[in-house]
């Protein structure tokens, strides 16, 4: 990288600049990490000289690097350092997966895992005793592909001190035998989760590191350039932070990272002075910076515990619950109004969605240009989504999911019945709104259909169909966007929730040199293909940091 010439001159590109919703046949010339020129070739080839790299584009659609507007970047790196099962299609799967994994590692001390989906087990989780199989004598912990429930063996729950007398956690939910009241095997939301996975060791300063190389290997092949980081769950989040302050520190990160700092509604006040300690250490970093507080207001409509505005259609009366009660909520809005700290929140229900906006309209006692955000929003009352616009906040979708997967059939459907599962997702009600909306993917978390992949989830955001399957029938089809708008979502978007609009997000004289060039001209591609298309090169900085 260090003998990369100084000027890259990219020719005969479909030039999207993010300015215009259309592109343009020409040329951008990169100096050092900065854009200093778009315009035609031949005004381009005004730069060329000794020192100066000319790359002919031959069509190719260059357009800004893509932001990742919701994921779990570094524990995600860390969790695909673990025992996978988000390759198996059955119970038996995972329990081939986790024994050859035991066998590989040749007799670990632990097992940590991560990828198994709902549909495959009872609506109470899966079962200890079928984790016992494969990992009788050592603790085994499995994470959800959704993170809000985790699947453990008899031995992790034995090492935890979990049995039938074991009270539910603030926020959490132990699965227990109804003949007998024992855990069963799978715990529902953080707070129960971190019983079992504070007995496993925590990773060194080293595997953080390790974590974010993986994450930005990954990120670099799909043309990510910037991350909003929803935060590093069950785990020393100040550690990590350090880990990472240091790779930034010595110029190795090839991402922007704007961190967030995970809130525990149990130690409010503690958390609020620890995030200001936090963002005064590391809020002043290149590419690493802390300065989000995150909240989770619900979990997810899989395991019940998604807050809802009306009852699940298979538990009568149950709605689930909000993980903040108001006041509590409230209170810590305003304390983090107060020192200008901006606010993202896992909004999952319609009940979540109008808590988490509650509380927020209450906090905002002085108007400034705070961008607090709501993450997900699978469910949304109609009343409640100008109220995003009214209070500057944005909104923060996942659109790979925005189409009838198996999780649909399989799980949203059995929960929610059809008219409430058709009501998910109104990305274009939003719009039409006048809110303001980041794409992300909340990679790795999410439903079968995850993926970090942008142009995926631009692909679905346009046709809001299955993506290996062009003759599926639309999900809501009046949530579909066009493309020129997917596409500054998943830019533009990013860069504005990140308050990186200065930066990049658009391809600009003076701005950053992050960009992304495609395999093809995007704008020439159908729209059911769009999905397929792959990044050729990621620039980062004016350096070349993935080329297929």
């Known amino acids: 990288m260090e003998n990369e010439v100084k000027t890259k001159i990219f020719l005969n590109g479909d030039v999207f600049d993010g300015k215009s919703d259309k592109p343009f046949r020409g040329a951008v010339v990169v100096k050092k990490d900065e ?4 315009g035609t070739d031949k005004e381009a080839r005004a730069f060329e000289n000794e020192h100066s790299e000319v790359i002919d584009l031959q069509g190719k659609t260059i357009l800004p690097g893509f932001y990742e507007g919701h994921a779990h970047g570094i524990m995600g790196g860390h969790l695909m350092n673990q025992c996978l099962l988000s390759g198996g299609k059955s119970i038996e799967d995972y329990k081939s997966i986790i024994r050859n994994y035991i066998k590989k590692k040749n007799n670990p001390s632990h097992v940590l895992g991560f990828g198994w989906i709902h549909g495959f087990f009872e609506s109470t989780g899966p079962d200890k005793k079928t984790l016992d199989e494969v990992a009788p004598d050592i603790p085994a912990v499995f994470l959800s592909i959704d993170y809000h429930s985790c699947w453990a063996n008899s031995k ?8 039938k007398n074991t009270k539910d956690p603030h926020g959490g939910h132990i699965e227990r035998y109804k003949e007998n009241g024992e855990p069963s095997g799978c715990l529902r939301e953080s707070s129960a989760i971190e019983l079992v996975m504070r007995i496993l060791p925590k990773p060194s300063k080293a595997e953080w590191k390790e974590a974010a190389r993986t994450y930005m290997k990954l990120a670099a092949q799909n043309g990510i350039v910037g991350i909003f980081d929803a935060g590093v769950l069950n785990a020393d989040q100040p550690e990590v932070f350090e880990a990472i302050h240091e790779m930034d520190k010595k110029g190795e990160l090839s991402v922007r990272i704007r961190q967030s700092f995970v809130l525990d509604p149990t ?4 958390d609020v002075e620890k995030i200001k300690e936090l963002r005064s250490r590391y809020g002043h970093g290149e590419n690493f910076k802390v300065e989000v507080a995150k909240i989770f207001m619900d979990g997810a409509v899989e395991g019940h515990t998604g807050f809802l505005l009306e009852s699940y259609i298979d538990r009568k009366g149950y709605r689930s619950q909000p993980v903040w009660d108001a006041d509590t909520y409230e209170q810590t809005c305003r304390k983090l109004e107060e020192d200008n700290f901006q606010i993202h929140v896992h909004t999952i229900g319609d009940g979540a969605v109008r808590a988490g906006l509650d509380g927020i309209e209450k906090a905002m006692q002085k108007k400034r240009d705070a961008r607090h955000t709501l993450a997900h929003i699978e ?21 790979a999911w925005f189409y009838m997967d198996e999780n649909y059939f399989e799980e949203t459907i059995p929960l929610l019945a059809k008219p409430r599962a058709d009501r998910r997702y109104m990305l274009g009600d939003f719009l039409n709104a006048g809110v303001k909306i980041a794409f992300g993917s909340d990679w790795p978390w999410g439903t079968v259909s995850s993926s970090m992949d942008p142009l995926l989830a631009i692909g679905t955001s346009v046709t809001r169909k299955d993506p290996d399957d062009p003759d599926s029938k639309s999900y809501e089809p009046r949530e579909e966007i066009n493309l020129p708008t997917a596409l500054k979502l998943h830019t533009f978007g990013g860069a504005w929730q990140n308050f990186n609009e200065s930066i990049n997000g658009t391809i600009e004289k003076g701005k950053k040199a992050d960009l992304v060039v ?18 050729f090169m990621t620039v980062f900085e004016g350096r070349v940091v993935y080329k297929k």
């Open 379 to 399: 469910l949304a009352d109609q009343h409640d989504i100008p109220r995003l616009a009214k209070l500057g906040m944005i909104a923060s979708f996942q659109p």
């Open 267 to 270: 130690k409010t006040d503690a």
């Open 35 to 38: 854009v200093v020129f778009t």
């Open 156 to 163: 992790a729950l034995e090492m935890a001190g979990i049995d």
């Open 518 to 535: 495609l395999d093809r001209n995007i704008f020439e591609t159908n729209d059911d293909a769009l999905s397929k298309i792959e990044v």
